[in-house]
């Protein structure tokens, strides 16, 4: 079946960048866009940034435009999101998520567990 492992999270200031890693495995990275989405304490999940498959097209939320990036390895099946410029606003739980469509969907199939991330000010 289907298993997205996050890693990568914790604790750093602002300013600081982080490296946030996704290790797929049961899928064939090259068939299925990738993305993250976070959830902040008493806020609703939101989309951060998607890959669509073969890796043609990236995507991203306003708010990290221009200060995240998204990866894929297809050899290694991992999806990684480099963080930059990170800001106490970025804090979240980080979720990595799979969809078996070009590109990813507002609500996809699968979930990883969440690494979290806390950026102190």
């Known amino acids: 079946q289907v298993q997205l492992i996050e890693s990568g999270g914790g604790l750093v200031q602002a300013g600081d960048s982080l490296r946030l890693s996704c290790a797929a495995s049961?899928?064939?990275?090259?068939?299925?866009?990738m993305g993250w989405f976070r959830q902040a304490p008493g806020k609703e999940r939101e989309f951060v940034a998607a890959?669509?498959?073969?890796?043609?097209?990236?995507y991203y939320a306003d708010s990290v435009k221009g200060r995240f990036r998204i990866a894929s390895d297809n050899a290694k099946n991992t999806v990684a999101l480099q963080m930059n410029s990170l800001k106490p606003e970025d804090t979240a739980v980080y979720y990595c998520?799979?969809?078996?469509?070009?590109?990813?969907?507002?609500?996809?199939?699968?979930w990883g567990q969440g690494t979290q991330v806390t950026v102190s000010s």
């Open positions: 998520a799979a969809d078996p469509y070009r590109t990813l969907r507002a609500v996809p199939d699968y």
């Open positions: 049961g899928l064939t990275l090259s068939r299925y866009s």
């Open positions: 890959i669509s498959w073969s890796s043609t097209n990236t």
